[in-house]
């Protein structure tokens, strides 16, 4: 075999391992996640839910830039 042609072999080789990980990543199967409830309330307790962790984010964003932990340096 040339060394040309063998050089290609090898470098398309060494890509195998790329293409199969990027097929995994871009051609996602479906998750169907759902979330079921049987009545109102556990429903109403699932968003409540939502709103209580919405809450809590914005108090984390107003007491992160209230105290200018935002343009503190971190680390240790």
């Known amino acids: 075999m040339p060394k040309k042609n063998q050089y ?3 470098l398309f ?3 195998i391992p790329a293409m199969m990980v990027a097929g995994l990543i871009f051609v996602p199967v479906d998750g169907l996640a759902t979330q079921l ?3 109102s309330e556990g429903i109403i307790t699932h968003q409540v839910g939502h709103l209580f962790f919405l ?3 914005v108090a984390l964003i107003f007491t992160i830039t209230g105290k200018g ?3 503190q340096k971190g680390g240790a």
């Open 13 to 15: 080789l060494k890509f």
């Open 55 to 57: 809450f809590s984010m």
């Open 69 to 71: 932990l935002d343009k």
């Open 37 to 39: 409830h049987a009545s």
């Open 8 to 10: 290609s072999l090898q």
